[in-house]
């Protein structure tokens, strides 16, 4: 009976080898578009002002043959959307400028143009704007290259008996289901009242017409919101997640807010309206949230610094907790959903005097480098693509946001719908994730990225830094 257990390692020795996703699985395509405007590709964070990707929303069209990339000029004004094959990665037609706006804040792409979700001044003389010309969220549609319609998602005339919205910066992320005809916006807003942070979702209907769905529409989510997860489902509520100032990330499909009714997926210590960062912090919030292809299940990746030592939040109450983080670094967190409402696994505890705040948590990646960056795309109804950033050698110095260091490389991790991962993780030490993953017609995994180096050693100057007219794609494929 020595044979048995013999056999049974050389299979998983096997299959081990055979499932880790290897260099053949990575495809690059470095340089390959060329830009006909100039991109700065670092932007820098809240509270440390550490580098970040500036985000590059992309979105693949229905019928698979091109994707759409948009991306925000280095002047900071004005965002530029190109199609692209998506078999070349070469540039379809010219650039479709859209004028004045500040951020590339979400993209869906369709058969005759594009949506895009981004922010920008009121027009001047605009009775009750926010002040001194802050950013408002508005959502573009353009048809065959041209405006087709724009709806505000802020400003004097949205909710104006509840909160009157501005978005300083666009961290959110946009969505579409052809199912409902709804665009779904989920994003950080500030009340220009009050000062105040929080988060809006908004529906918007196929002719630009704003709708309010009782159950699905949220004017004032969660406090603080620095990380959303976004993602579409075949009818409103849409699937959310939002973390918020008090301690937690939650599940928020049921709720658009905070309340101790959602789902909470961890507990994280909360230190000057941040929580580690978890999807990504400024030029984040996408891909952080995918679905299991035709499936109702969902995945989310996310990083965290673990929690215990959990104590009352009695400005809240009830349901809610702060915590010590566990580590000085962040590892790498994902969650599955069998539905938009419903975690797989436990919630986190909120018991008071608990020790252990983060025992529920699936660590896809755990030691002592610090993680960030983590995205989440799935390759069908079983496989899924989780990947980050890491700095071997981090200096923490912050509570709650991100670390610096010298760049250690991008991971990839495959992992199936239960969670479990399969294999070993790839690293590249040149392609970065820096935009929308996008999930192709042939299954293979592709995103947006610069090429260049990849410096995180200290804080970066808004605007500085060398701009590009190159934009690269990387795309993963399943090893399944
Ligand atoms: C736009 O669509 C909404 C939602 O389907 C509908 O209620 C409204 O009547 C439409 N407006 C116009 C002008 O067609
Ligand atoms: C976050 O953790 C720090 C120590 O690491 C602690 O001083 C602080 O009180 C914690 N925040 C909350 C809200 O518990
Ligand atoms: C909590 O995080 C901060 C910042 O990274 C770090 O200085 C501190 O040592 C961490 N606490 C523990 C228990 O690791």
């Known amino acids: 009976m020595l044979v048995l257990p013999f056999i049974l390692c050389l299979l998983s020795a096997v299959q081990s080898v055979t499932a880790t996703l290897t260099y053949s699985n990575l495809q690059t395509h470095v340089d390959v578009l060329n830009l006909e405007f100039s991109f700065n590709p670092v932007k820098p964070s809240y509270w440390t002002g550490y580098g970040h990707h500036r985000r590059i929303a992309c979105a693949l069209s229905p019928d698979g043959k091109s994707i759409y990339v948009a991306y925000l000029d280095a002047s900071e004004t004005d965002v530029h959307v190109q199609e692209v094959d ?13 004028s004045g706006c500040k951020e590339a804040g979400g993209l869906v792409a369709h058969s005759d143009g594009f949506a895009l979700l981004t922010n920008e001044p009121m027009p001047s003389g605009t009775a009750n704007a926010p002040p001194s010309d802050t950013p408002v969220p508005v959502l573009y549609r353009y048809t065959n290259g041209a405006q087709s319609w724009k709806t505000f998602l802020g400003g004097p005339d949205v909710h104006p ?3 009157l919205a501005a978005s300083p910066d666009l961290n959110g992320d946009l969505v579409y289901s052809s199912e409902s005809g709804l665009y779904g916006a989920y994003f950080v807003i500030t009340d220009y009242t009050s000062g105040h942070f929080g988060d809006s979702i908004q529906y918007v209907a196929d002719n630009g017409t704003l709708v309010i769905i009782a159950g699905a529409t949220g004017d004032w989510g969660c406090s603080h919101n620095t990380g959303i997860a976004f993602e579409a489902a075949d009818q409103p509520p849409y699937a959310s997640i939002c973390a918020e100032d008090q301690g937690a990330i939650w599940l928020n499909t049921l709720t658009q807010s905070m309340t101790n ?5 961890s507990n994280e210590n909360t230190t000057n309206g941040g929580s580690g960062e978890p999807m990504g912090g400024m030029s984040g919030s996408y891909s952080a949230l995918a679905q299991f292809g035709d499936t109702t299940k969902y995945i989310f990746a996310w990083v965290s610094r673990g929690a215990m030592d959990l104590t009352a939040n009695t400005w809240m109450g009830g349901g809610y907790t702060h915590s010590l983080n566990r580590t000085n670094n962040r590892n790498v967190a ?7 409402y419903t975690m797989v696994d436990s919630q986190a505890t909120s018991q008071v005097g608990a020790e252990d705040g983060d025992s529920q948590v699936n660590w896809v990646a755990k030691g002592s480098a610090d993680c960030f960056n983590a995205h989440a795309a799935t390759f069908d109804t079983e496989n899924a693509l989780v990947t980050w950033e ?3 050698n981090p200096t923490c110095e912050y509570i709650a946001m991100g670390c610096c260091g010298q760049f250690s490389g991008t991971y990839f991790q495959q992992v199936d719908s239960s969670g479990k991962k399969i294999g ?12 929308d993953m996008v999930t192709m017609s042939d299954g293979r995994i592709c995103w947006p990225y610069i090429n260049m180096d990849w410096d995180l050693s200290g804080p970066v100057d808004e605007g500085s830094g060398p701009t590009t007219t190159k934009m690269s794609f990387a795309c993963m494929n399943s090893n399944a």
């Open 390 to 392: 890491q700095i071997d």
């Open 261 to 265: 009714n959602g789902v909470k997926i």
């Open 424 to 435: 070993q993780p790839l690293m590249s030490m040149d392609v970065y994730v820096a935009g």
């Open 161 to 163: 008996k509840d909160v």
């Open 334 to 340: 994902i969650a599955l959903f069998s539905d938009k």
């Open 86 to 98: 998506s078999s070349t990665f070469l540039a379809i037609g010219s650039t479709v400028t859209v």
